[in-house]
């Protein structure tokens, strides 16, 4: 217990020794040590990387999950060690609506088909989002949170710690310099008149106990000292690893890259196929008149093509079965052929298909094993695919 109250009596002996040097500081009453001109670009170059680290992280958290309830949902789950339920992502419960729309409003309709062609694609890409964002959070913030959490306390630690050994090493000088100071008057001044001996063994013994106090501030001062630097070399080196972070988060952020790359370029093959699927241009419907919207089509063809791009591979893609069709080698069937008209423009995106131009009337009919949302379409000596969704079938 004596012992308990004797470190606990020395503890706030140092805090307040501590305090008053602070505080004089920053009156100006006192003088600090400065640090050397790297020390203080490390430390400068460690506050920068802690506050843009957590500004990236923060921000990545909101790009990855825009919405704040569920992200302070997600961290309570952290702090409680507990896991995070799994969550649909908004593609996917749009998909689960479009396809319980179809079941109620008809799926053999053309909304009907069109909704669950929509659904499917809606579903792949909900997919693809979940897996980039897993991807992100093991590849990207994981590091980056490990770091503040981590590292950064270390250092935050040790730089606390170096402070206060600063502050009682500057203490100690400030004593020795009284003590010196005193050492020095109390030898050149005597206390009282010098005429009384009795003031000399005064001044003699001031002076030898100013002596001893030198003595002891100057032994103070070399721990002082040993401590300050000692504490300093330590923080020096965890500055400099600084570097190191650089280059982890350097490659954690090109992982992120490439997964952000990967989950966009999925998403780009699944809105082509589902444009494929849906004729090029979705929102038209077969049987109607005139569009409920303007179609893309309707536009020149530069805006078309700067909207909609389309690969090479994919343009060129035909459906199951007529990849080895040579259209002008095919004879229209002896019955099975219709009329249509062409209800909006519609330009062909390779040799294979029909340029359309709306109100045309074209003869159209349908090969075996062709897909349902193609048809071949004949305009004179000339024939090509034509999407089914541009058209008006007549009897």
């Known amino acids: 217990m004596d012992f308990n109250m004797k470190k606990l ?90 396809s319980e729309a179809a079941s109620e409003l008809g799926p053999t309709t053309p909304y009907g088909k069109t909704l669950i062609k929509v659904a499917e694609a809606e579903k792949r890409l909900g997919a693809a989002e979940r897996d980039f964002i897993h991807t992100a959070s093991i590849n990207f ?85 040993t401590e300050f630097d000692r504490q300093a070399e330590v923080t020096r080196l965890l500055l400099e690893g600084i570097s190191s972070t650089h280059a982890n988060h350097l490659r954690c952020l090109h992982e992120f890259v490439e997964s952000q790359t990967t989950y966009y370029a999925q998403c780009y093959r699944h809105m082509l196929d589902l444009q494929k699927q849906l004729g090029r241009f979705p929102g038209t419907f077969v049987g109607t008149t005139e569009p409920a919207s303007p179609p893309l089509s309707s536009t020149s063809p530069t805006t078309t093509a700067a909207t909609m791009p389309v690969e090479p591979s994919m343009a060129g893609m035909a459906p199951s079965g007529e990849t080895a069709l040579c259209l002008e080698e095919v004879a229209p069937p002896a019955s099975g052929t219709r009329k249509a008209r062409v209800l909006y423009d519609y330009e062909a ?39 089914v969704t541009y058209l008006e079938l007549l009897s």
């Open 9 to 98: 009596a020395s503890d706030a002996g140092i805090f307040f020794t501590r305090a008053v040097q602070f505080t004089e500081e920053k009156f100006g009453q006192a003088e600090k040590t400065e640090l050397d001109a790297h020390f203080e670009n490390l430390l400068a170059r460690a506050d920068s990387t802690k506050n843009w680290t957590e500004k990236i992280l923060r921000q990545t958290e909101v790009l990855l999950q825009p919405n704040p309830s569920a992200r302070v949902e997600e961290f309570l789950y952290e702090k409680l060690d507990r896991k995070v339920p799994s969550r649909v992502t908004n593609g996917e419960l749009l998909a689960q609506y479009m």
């Open 349 to 387: 995106a390779d040799s294979s298909e029909l340029a359309l131009l709306a109100d045309e009337l074209i003869t159209v009919y349908s090969l075996p094993g062709m897909d349902p949302d193609w048809l071949i379409g004949e305009r004179g000596n000339k024939k090509g695919k034509v999407p």
């Open 141 to 225: 913030l994981t590091p980056l949170r490990n770091f503040l959490e981590g590292d950064w306390k270390t250092i935050s630690k040790e730089r606390r710690l170096l402070q206060n050994r600063r502050l009682d090493l500057d203490a100690c000088k400030a004593r020795l310099k009284k003590a010196k100071a005193a050492e020095a008057k109390a030898t050149t001044v005597p206390d009282f008149q010098e005429t009384r001996p009795r003031n000399y063994i005064l001044s003699a013994s001031a002076s030898a106990l100013w002596n001893d106090e030198v003595d002891k501030s100057e032994q103070e001062l070399r721990i002082a000292q």
